[in-house]
């Protein structure tokens, strides 16, 4: 899942950032409120944590911007104002949430997970392939009843292939939505990360899960006759 965490506090926003990647997320940072409604312009996001008092313009009318775009990711408010009206003013600008500084960082985790399991998004706390299982909540893979260990990325690459069950995934959205603004998309790291987390998931099983249509994407799907199941190619593998 990629994030964009607007927060003109530089502590706050690295301490965010920091913990949200170590969470598996994808994360890209603005500053101001025409860094943030930029980077969403160009990026497909799917959270934004918004602080209120953000300069030009603030919180309010980024929220109220990229609601006006059309843009439907949840939006949680950040703000050091605990006012009934403060929280009001930014549900009325679309926000779905608000979150009063200083927080638990725990607390803003299950608040994400919470907006990601909102009923219009049909995304359970358990996303479920034949007999993979990824739980979102703890972030654990499974496969037949057998933990799977996997690294950050590996975890986040497969839970976006899983949200998007049974279609083809192209390149360019998983870069989108995995890796961050950082990303070379010249290398061939999602390749690699496929790779990896094909040899983790469909290792020792009869049932292929992971398919690949060449040129095309990436698909986990439970049918067995998606065309191109195996890919046939052997990549290098780089950290």
Not at 124 to 132: E, G, K, R, T
Request: glycine share 6%; aromatic share 6%; proline share 4%.
């Amino acid at each position: 899942m990629r994030v964009l965490v607007v927060e003109d506090d530089a502590r706050i926003a690295r301490f965010v950032a920091k913990g949200l990647r170590e969470q598996s997320y994808a994360v890209d940072v603005a500053e101001n409120g025409s860094q943030a409604l930029y980077l969403a312009s160009i990026n497909p996001y799917d959270l934004v944590v918004l602080d209120v008092m953000i300069p030009h313009p603030d919180g309010f009318a980024v929220c109220r911007e990229l609601r006006r775009s059309k843009q439907q990711m949840p939006i949680l408010m950040l703000t050091a104002r605990d006012a009934v009206e403060d929280r009001v003013e930014g549900l009325d600008q679309g926000a779905d949430d608000y979150l009063v500084k200083p927080f638990e960082f725990r607390e803003l985790l299950a608040r994400l997970r919470a907006l990601l399991r909102r009923p219009q998004r049909l995304e359970p706390a358990q996303l479920v392939i034949a007999d993979l299982i990824v739980d979102t909540r703890a972030q654990t893979v499974s496969r037949g009843g057998i933990s799977i260990p996997m690294t950050a990325k590996e975890y986040a690459l497969l839970e976006f292939l899983a949200r998007n069950a049974g279609r083809l995934v192209g390149r360019e959205e998983i870069a989108e939505h995995v890796w961050d603004e950082e990303f070379d998309p010249f290398s061939n790291l999602i390749e690699v990360y496929v790779n990896r987390v094909r040899r983790k998931i469909d290792a020792g099983s009869a049932r292929v899960l992971l398919h690949t249509r060449r040129g095309a994407g990436y698909a986990l799907s439970a049918d067995s006759n998606w065309p191109e199941a195996r890919s046939t190619g052997r990549l290098r593998e780089e950290d």
